[in-house]
């Protein structure tokens, strides 16, 4: 059974020092903090409490510059990502929410963030509300498992909407962006959904008909035009 547990999984990703007091907020409101590898150490600098230290932590990194509750340290026959071992250790706790942080490219690793996203996917598509969170660009996926999203946002900021692992998705539904989308099928090779603009603080996005069975997984962009703490 899933309870009101919120948990926030830093990655070893992109992180900026400017942007600390926007990690120091969110991680406020999160009930457990997992972090993996050297994401470990950026939080003991920015004083932010962490439950769940894990990886392999093979760039050279001492465990013991980390300040955790909880060390898993994978040494030998780890075939698993440290950020998937994140998200199965967060899955098993059954929560309400779990927030990525980090999950963005850091430089040129465009595959890590592809990998990024699989983590967010495979925890919607589990029932679990999954976001990738940054101080300037959310990411929202909804299944047929997790079927629709709220989210708060500012006016002008844009959202955009894509299929992911699939050909196409059926029956979506949206409220609060500039150009309305009402039970339409969003195709792979459609580029329509891009770069809408909400123009009202609360943003909805929903797969309808629920009797069509696999509706298809939708990948929701939030671009913020000012950036904050926005749920």
């Known amino acids: 059974m899933v309870n009101s547990m919120h ?6 990703g992109s992180y900026e020092e400017r942007d600390r007091q926007f990690y120091v ?12 590898d050297q994401a470990g150490e950026l939080l003991k600098r920015w004083s932010i409490p962490l439950h769940l230290s ?13 300040e955790a509750d909880e060390f898993r340290w994978y040494i030998h026959n780890k075939d698993r990502t440290d950020g998937e071992l994140a998200a199965e250790a967060a899955w098993k706790e059954k929560p309400a929410e779990v927030s ?28 679990i509300k999954a976001v990738g969170r940054s101080p300037g660009f959310d ?13 708060s946002a500012s006016l002008g900021d844009i959202v955009s909407l894509a299929t992911y692992g ?14 309305q989308v009402h039970h339409h099928d969003i195709f792979l090779s459609s580029g329509k959904y891009l770069r809408n603009e909400a123009v009202a603080e609360t ?8 009797h069509l069975g696999d509706r298809g997984n939708l990948l929701i962009f939030h671009q913020k035009q000012s950036k904050g703490c926005r749920r």
């Open 7 to 12: 948990i926030g999984i830093f990655l070893n």
């Open 25 to 36: 907020q969110e991680a406020q409101g999160l009930d457990k903090i997992i972090a993996t």
């Open 54 to 66: 894990l990886g392999d932590f093979d760039r050279g990194l001492k465990v013991r510059e980390i």
């Open 100 to 127: 990525f942080y980090g999950y963005l490219p850091r430089e040129q690793e465009y595959d890590h963030f592809y990998g990024n996203l699989g983590l967010l996917y495979d925890l919607a598509h589990r029932g």
């Open 139 to 151: 990411t929202y996926f909804i299944t047929d498992n997790f079927p629709g999203i709220t989210f």
């Open 166 to 179: 699939c050909f196409g998705v059926a029956s979506t539904h949206t409220e609060g962006l500039k150009w």
């Open 203 to 210: 943003v909805l996005v929903r797969l309808d008909d629920v």
